[in-house]
T-cell receptor, first 112, second 113 residues
Framework: EDQVTQSPEALRLQEGESSSLNCSYTVSGLRGLFWYRQDPGKGPEFLFTLYSAGEEKEKERLKATLTKKESFLHITAPKPEDSATYLCAVQARISTGNQFYFGTGTSLTVIP | DAGVTQSPTHLIKTRGQHVTLRCSPISGHKSVSWYQQVLGQGPQFIFQYYEKEERGRGNFPDRFSARQFPNYSSELNVNALLLGDSALYLC????????????FGQGTRLTVV
């Protein structure tokens, strides 16, 4: 069964304390893996797309990496404004068309 | 540039009624996808449309339907509403189904009472 699992569910960090969020997936026909940030009551904000194992993308304090079975979102020296829920999603191609699977997210709180 | 716009922002309906939600994609984007997000969960994929054709469908009952218009805007229709349909409905637009970036609107908060 195709699925996406994110861990941990919640993470509290002190400002400046680096850490990583994990997204593991079991999807056949992977077309891409996406990372989004979501603030309460708002739609997800696009961060990165990764297509193949070994690929890495960076944006400010965030760095996303991809292996054959999982992706990591590394947060370096986080600031309070990085507090949000981070969502991972995969796009798969199946016989009936495109499918998108989201994880349940990691809620990140950065304490000043 | 306007982002993805959804209307209405909030909606309250009674069980058994139907609802129509609307989405206007970013100018130049031809693909629209719909998602349902229940509080505390990740978005669940409902439909993807590209050039007015359905390109993907999630595991939702036939009460859910959608269409895309020549100007690439889209409607999501839900019939015979259930309490469990209460959720944030999100629309995402991209240039094509395989685009590396997809942009979400702010969503429509649907409450079924």
């Amino acid at each position: 069964e195709d699925q996406v699992t994110q861990s941990p569910e919640a993470l509290r960090l002190q400002e400046g304390e680096s850490s990583s969020l994990n997204c593991s997936y079991t999807v056949s026909g992977l077309r891409g893996l996406f990372w989004y940030r979501q603030d309460p009551g708002k739609g997800p904000e696009f961060l990165f797309t990764l297509y193949s194992a070994g690929e890495e993308k960076e944006k400010e304090r965030l760095k996303a990496t991809l292996t054959k079975k999982e992706s990591f979102l590394h947060i370096t020296a986080p600031k309070p404004e990085d507090s949000a829920t981070y969502l991972c999603a995969v796009q798969a191609r199946i016989s009936t068309g495109n499918q998108f699977y989201f994880g349940t997210g990691t809620s990140l709180t950065v304490i000043p | 540039d306007a982002g993805v716009t959804q209307s209405p922002t909030h909606l309250i309906k009674t069980r058994g009624q139907h609802v129509t939600l609307r989405c206007s994609p970013i100018s130049g984007h031809k693909s629209v996808s719909w998602y349902q997000q229940v509080l505390g969960q990740g978005p669940q994929f409902i439909f993807q449309y590209y050039e007015k054709e359905e390109r993907g469908r999630g595991n939702f009952p036939d009460r859910f339907s959608a269409r895309q218009f020549p100007n690439y805007s889209s409607e999501l229709n839900v019939n015979a509403l259930l309490l469990g349909d209460s959720a944030l409905y999100l629309c995402a637009s991209s240039q094509s189904p395989g685009s590396p970036e997809a942009f979400f609107g702010q969503g429509t908060r649907l409450t079924v009472v």
